[in-house]
């Protein structure tokens, strides 16, 4: 009986046929590590969190974070208004070619026709933009209505007054205009060529002065700005100094530390480049009216132009990188300083 069972449990415990192994399995991309989708979602994801953060923190404090854009705007709008109002003065002064214009007093005996003609030929020369002849009587009649004198001069038996010829020179050089007047003193029936370029130099001279203090000016407001964007951003720096600690101590890396405060620090210069662009354009609208009556009087329609889009861009652009720059300072110099303890 046994021996007829044994084939049964000889059967029964017998292993069976061993199966064939399992194929390992191709690791699939994402097993090597995170695509660089995943990795630009998760840096996005920082850095607005990161900018949510920094005015979640200015919107606490709004009254200290105001008055801190409001000086860096004043910083900023003094350099910047100088440089507008120095450029209303340049174009106060009008066109310097018609300022620097050479008078070309002809002979006596010089008629019309003369000066027609010598007209025509000064025209095309080089260096000239624009040449107007004045005759003998047309002159005669605007002395006698500019100075008062009409009476007086009908009693006198000749026009005392010779031709002139007015040349506007197309730009306004010293070397150049001597040499064009020197040229011009030459040619036929002219008897004097004068050129006043005393007030033209005068006034490059003074917008030259004006340029050099524009820029000193700036050079120390900017370095006034960063030391103000600095202190305050060590002060945030102070405020979370545990916070960061703690950040640090679980691994969190310096540029991570650092993002909140850059934001931060942008975030200031960009209202201070508003706040700046806006009083640049009250102030400048403001004391416009004083500069249009007072150019009134002098029977000039000269105002004041306002802030150009361009200049308040870059003032807001120079604004932030202002206050990036001086985060980035602040918190570069206090980083170390922020290891666990």
């Not at 652009?317 to 990036?324: E, M, Q, R």
Request: some cysteine; glycine content about 10%.
């Amino acid at each position: 009986m046994s021996a007829t069972r044994s084939p049964k449990v000889s059967e029964r415990v017998a292993p069976k046929a061993a199966d064939p192994l399992p194929s390992k399995k191709k690791p699939r991309d994402d097993e090597d590590g995170p695509d660089f989708a995943t990795l630009l979602n998760a840096w996005l994801e920082s850095h607005r969190s990161s900018l949510l953060d920094s005015l979640r923190r200015l919107g606490k404090q709004p009254i200290g974070s105001f008055f801190t854009c409001l000086v860096m705007a004043i910083a900023l709008s003094l350099p910047m208004g100088l440089s507008l109002l120095l450029n209303n003065v340049e174009r106060l002064g009008g066109s310097w070619q018609r300022a620097a214009q050479i008078s070309l007093y002809l002979q006596m005996d010089a008629g019309n026709q003369d000066g027609e003609a010598l007209r025509e030929k000064i025209k095309e020369l080089g260096g000239v933009g624009e040449a107007e002849y004045i005759s003998r009587d047309q002159a005669l009649s605007e002395f006698q209505k500019q100075s008062g004198l009409g009476d007086a001069l009908r009693e006198l038996p000749d026009n005392p007054l010779p031709g002139v010829i007015v040349v506007t020179p197309l730009e306004v050089d010293k070397a150049a205009l001597e040499a064009l007047r020197q040229r011009l003193s030459e040619l036929p029936k002219v008897q004097q060529a004068q050129l006043d370029l005393v007030w033209v130099e005068r006034l490059a001279a003074i917008l030259k002065l004006g340029d050099r203090f524009v820029f000193g000016l700036t050079v120390l407001l900017v370095s006034a700005l960063l030391l103000v964007i600095g202190n305050t951003i060590r002060l945030h720096i102070e405020n979370r100094r545990t916070e960061i600690e703690v950040i640090k101590l679980v691994g969190g890396t310096d540029s991570y530390v650092r993002r909140p405060f850059l934001y931060m620090g942008a975030l200031y210069g960009l209202g201070a480049g508003v706040l700046s662009w806006g009083v640049l354009a009250f102030g400048l609208d403001w004391l416009n009216d004083a500069v249009v009556d007072l150019a009134g009087l002098y029977g000039s329609n000269f105002s004041l132009a306002g802030v150009p889009v361009a200049d308040g861009l870059s003032l807001l652009l120079g604004a932030v990188l202002l206050g990036y720059i001086g985060a980035w300072i602040a918190v570069a110099r206090h980083l170390s300083e922020l290891a666990p303890r």
